[in-house]
């Protein structure tokens, strides 16, 4: 990435299920729906929300394997989407295995998101 313009922060978490995607998903929703740039337009090459490049680095406790890159990359509406997987993230006890909500251990995982964007 030549130049960037912002870096946002998110945490997601899979409470029920240990789906590691979900988690993915819902910190890159974190990350990005508290935000409105309205000059972002202007200051992309071409003025065009397509030319934006858009880097998100997720922190990853486990499961990095089954980590649905596609799904990640599909929360995010313009630009070219990249994915990184680091180490991170975590994994806590619930306390409680729920297995109607596809529980198969009391795990909850946590994943954290860096969401940067620029051109």
């Not at 912002?6 to 029920?16: A, C, K, P, V």
């Amino acid at each position: 990435m030549e130049k960037i313009f912002f870096i946002e922060l998110g945490m997601g978490t899979d409470l029920h299920g240990q789906n590691v995607t979900k988690a993915a998903v819902r910190a890159v929703q974190n990350a990005i729906h508290h935000n409105s740039m309205p000059g972002l337009r202007s200051v992309l090459p071409e003025n065009s929300l397509h030319r934006m490049k858009v880097n998100v680095r997720l922190a990853v406790p486990c499961d990095k394997d089954k980590l649905d890159h596609e799904a990640v990359k599909a929360v995010l509406p313009y630009g070219e989407v990249t994915v990184e997987v680091v180490d991170g993230g975590m994994v806590t006890p619930s306390g409680v295995v729920l297995p109607d909500k596809g529980d198969e251990n009391d795990l909850i995982y946590v994943v954290i998101a860096s969401v940067e964007v620029g051109y």
